[in-house]
Each structure stands twice: as structure tokens, then as C-alpha cells.
């Protein structure tokens, strides 16, 4: 953070749910805000990574551990019933963690529908799909970050999400 508080000609890269609530904390200053996803860029930011062969012998738990996964991301996210026992592990785990910060995460990835937007509002959380991921690759193709010629569907399975979970 010091360089960009420093720096009024910089931008800085990071999660929306935390690094501006720490700038405003500790360095004073509300951030202008930019989402990469507003200009375009259509990445998926956090997934779950399995091997083939996890999906090959334990399929069902793996869709089972996805759609709790899903499950746990909707109640969280609309102020279920679970979140006060939710929050209380979090801040047992992670001494870096207060209430504060929290509540603002939660706050701003509602605001600007981190969690719940886009293809997720027909698909349910953590929804993907085949064009999204054909227009990250072009993309990363063209700025020379992959290869041409990659099988894109050996990338991505498609097979445990897109069941409606959270859905609005």
C-alpha cells in the first residue's frame, strides 16, 4: 500500500473486499475503485482445482463438496442464519480478521455483485460457462500469455456447478 499512498500517479491491483477498507483504515484515503471485469477482462477469479482423477473415483464427493461449497457462499452472502457461527471461526482462525473488516467485505461484494451477477443470476453461484471461458483464452491468446492451440475444454469442467444454487 505505501508505494500507491505515495504515488497519486499509480494504480494498485487487489481484492475488493479488502485492500480498500485497509487504505481507507490505515492510509486515510478512499480509493477509486476500478472492477478489471467493468473493462472487459472476463477471468474467473477463484475456482476449485481437482485432478482428473478425483473426478474419475469420487465424483459424488466432489459434487458434494462443491455445491456446499455454493451453498455455504449463498447463505454468507445473504446474512443467513449460519453467518454469526460463520464469522465466529473466522475471526478464532485468522488473528489478522476483526468484525469491521468483514462487514465490509460482505458489504461491497454484495454492492457490486462479486458473489451473485452476471451468469450466476440464471446459473446460480459460481456458475461458468463455455463462452466465457473461449473468450478468456482469446484474450490471454492475443496478449501472448497462452499458446494458440490449447484443448480449452480439458481446462474446465462444467459438470458440478450450474445447478442453480443461491440463485435470486
Do not use: C
Request: net charge negative; aromatic share 8%; hydrophobic share 45%.
Amino acid at each position: 500500500m505505501a508505494p500507491f499512498l505515495a504515488d497519486k500517479t499509480i494504480s494498485q491491483q487487489g481484492f475488493l473486499s479488502s485492500e480498500p477498507f485497509a487504505i481507507q483504515k490505515q492510509g486515510g484515503v478512499t480509493p477509486v475503485v476500478h472492477l478489471i471485469a467493468d473493462a472487459g477482462f472476463e477471468n474467473y477469479n477463484t475456482t476449485i482445482n481437482i485432478s482428473q482423477k478425483m473426478v474419475a473415483e469420487k465424483k459424488d464427493l466432489v459434487q458434494r463438496f462443491v455445491t456446499a461449497s455454493l451453498e455455504g457462499w449463498a447463505e454468507y452472502m445473504k446474512g443467513g442464519p449460519a453467518v454469526a457461527a460463520a464469522n465466529a471461526q473466522i475471526l478464532k482462525d485468522n488473528p489478522d480478521m476483526d468484525q469491521e473488516k468483514i462487514d465490509y467485505a460482505v458489504k461491497v461484494m454484495n454492492e457490486k455483485g462479486i458473489v451473485l451477477s452476471g451468469d450466476a443470476l440464471t446459473l446460480g453461484i459460481g456458475a461458468m460457462t463455455d463462452a466465457r471461458w473461449g473468450s478468456f483464452y482469446k484474450t490471454m491468446t492475443e496478449a501472448g500469455v497462452f499458446p494458440a492451440g490449447i484443448d480449452l475444454k480439458k481446462a474446465y469442467s462444467l459438470e458440478f456447478i450450474n445447478k442453480g444454487v443461491g440463485k435470486a
